[in-house]
DNA sequence: GAGTTATAGTTGTCTATACATCTGTAACTG
DNA sequence: CAGTTACAGATGTATAGACAACTATAACTC
């Protein structure tokens, strides 16, 4: 249902309705209402029912097709979620045994960068947590979690002997909607070298993470940047082709 | 400069405009001239400017604050891995002007690692083709391609002009299905250096791809390594969190 | 000087409408 | 029956406005 005096757009409750439509009744390939059944129904533009198409398209939902219509996707891409999920998890399904090493726990305020991505303001005050992340004992990843103070309130120093998601998402009560993720290359810092127990000059794969809620501002909740060893470690994906 | 009649639509002139302006005079950071200027400047809808904008911001050259206005982003080049995509489709979606430049073809028997990969017999010929890619004349990734001969018939060199997928799906009409895809980190040797223009020793990206067909035995149709220069591409991906 | 209040300018949302272009089907034509 | 044409209905492009929400700055007030 549309609710045009509700402060939430009206294109975002559209997008709602839909989502849950293809959730709970079509299956892909099948035909959506068409833009014109849409603004009919609820008596609104044309225009306002193509921005909630459009943005589920931009996620990969639907396609559209010019002159026939708009249809559900294939089920996209269930990326083993070994970043979103945990390290723990995927070490397990390597069949390594996963350890945490806590190198530092701080609360900071004026790191830009971090700010930035976070979307807060520059002197808000973020978590900092950095640790070490092992299989087997070995060193195999040094990551860096920041995390906004007035978004996850008082944290001590148990949160994240276990998954920082499940904190997030059980006690906390909020809802992760998506992560943004890049991986390039680099070489191993002094200062990652000697946690890392490589060489200095080691290429390493630098991930940066950025996971949001699922809210109307799809706050960010964490920035993550992890090095990983590549002599130990690589990222694995599958992927399904996209529909044209 | 916008041609009304041209059959181009006014968005994608004024879009190619704003990628030409970033490319030639804008710096990150820059401010964009604001939607009611160029909705004046050109006499055209300011929804029409919106609907361009729109795609750069999908695009993540630019990005727009509520009440400041539209900035020009950051800039690497960024694989979208949520979906299988060829680098030319990948370049193109961002505006760039990818080209390849051949650097090898051969047919070759007895590479048991390619073999056991395309699970095909040792002895079976594959096709190895080593090419340069380049966005914008940039060299960005050196490429080598294996496909096994029984499979795509007799290649000549143009199949490789243009995307290797089209050809697969197109011209052969297979249809592909899925990839499986690796990322490490590497330095560069001082072949791979050499053909990226990068010195010896800068940290590289590879990446290993291995597609299948949708078919029953969900056979390997080809084998890819890249190498891609760190500087200038990084991987990125979005995660969507499962419902429950 | 510190705090508050206008104000101009920006992007965000939304309307009502028009015509273009493409697709599939039904009706027509030979 | 095969080919063509007409048409309804779908998305694509585009217009000319309107008001909301947010930001930065200038002007004002205490």
């Known amino acids: 249902m549309i609710n045009k005096n509700s402060p939430i757009p009206i294109y975002y409750q559209l997008e709602e309705e839909i989502r849950t439509l293809i959730k709970q009744e079509l299956n892909p390939g099948d035909l959506l209402p068409s833009e014109r059944e849409y603004a009919e129904k609820y008596d609104i533009s044309r225009m306002t029912v193509r921005q909630a198409i459009n943005n589920l398209v931009k996620e990969g939902l639907i396609y ?83 995390t906004p103070k007035k978004l996850v309130g008082e944290l001590s120093l148990d949160h994240f002997n276990v998954s920082f998601y499940d904190y997030i998402e059980n006690t906390l009560n909020l809802s992760i909607a998506y992560g943004e993720q890049t991986i390039e290359a680099a070489l191993a810092k002094t200062e990652e070298a000697r946690e890392l127990n490589i060489p200095r000059g080691k290429p390493v794969l630098v991930m940066e993470r950025t996971s949001y809620l699922k809210d109307e501002q799809q706050t960010p909740i964490e920035y993550v940047n992890s090095i990983y060893r590549s002599d130990k470690y690589k990222f694995k994906m599958q992927m399904k082709r996209e529909q044209d």
């Open 64 to 146: 559209r097709q010019k002159g026939r219509g708009t249809f559900i996707a294939e089920k996209k891409f269930e990326q083993d979620l070994s970043g979103l999920s945990s390290f723990s998890e995927d070490m397990r399904n390597r069949g390594l045994t996963p350890s945490n090493k806590l190198l530092s726990f701080q609360i900071m305020a004026d790191n830009p960068r971090a700010a930035s991505i976070l979307k807060v303001e520059p002197n808000d005050e973020l978590y900092v947590i950095k640790r070490l992340r092992l299989a087997n004992e070995e060193p195999i990843a040094l990551e860096t979690i920041f």
